[in-house]
């Protein structure tokens, strides 16, 4: 009887332990992900950014990373309001995953409308093919924005970085490349805007 009562109770100590052990992975999933978007969050994609860097440079394979902006969102949330706001960025952060071929290639929410897609061994070329991929799928969408600079449905920007990394290579200098190509993409735009 007591042999049958030790084994009972291991029993239910192993279901209490494994019941723990499926509440700490969900916690850490939800700890990952961003609560809008389903996508993983800024603080999974810094670490992930960082593994993905140290592969790349013991590899010595490229390492791709593209940032996204949605175009003119404060326009389309001072107009059409925070929660249309929000599910516009659902709807982005969705195309984005769906336009995504490769199974290492993560979408993550990089901060406010800023998206970011990383890419392991993706060279310059294979990044710029992903990157038309995924500005196509947003415009796809077809999310009215008549208060666009450009168009009249929602849109974004990108810039893509891209490094086959050496012993010199810093993860500063792979995020600086992809946030100035954004940054003459935005400012590309806005000329065209002008031009209009």
Known sequence: EREERVRERTMQGEGVNQELQRMNRELERVSFTDSLTNVANRRA???LLTREFRRAKRTRLPLSLILLDIDSFKAYNDNYGHQQGDIALKQVAQALE???RDAGDVVARYGGEEFAVLLPETDALGAEAVTERLRLAVEAMQVPHQFALVGKVLTVS??????VLGEQSSLSELVSLA???LYRANVRDSLEACAA
């Open 45 to 47: 994609f810094d670490d």
């Open 98 to 100: 769906e336009a995504l």
């Open 158 to 163: 990108a810039g893509v970085g891209t490094l």
């Open 179 to 181: 946030d100035q190509a």
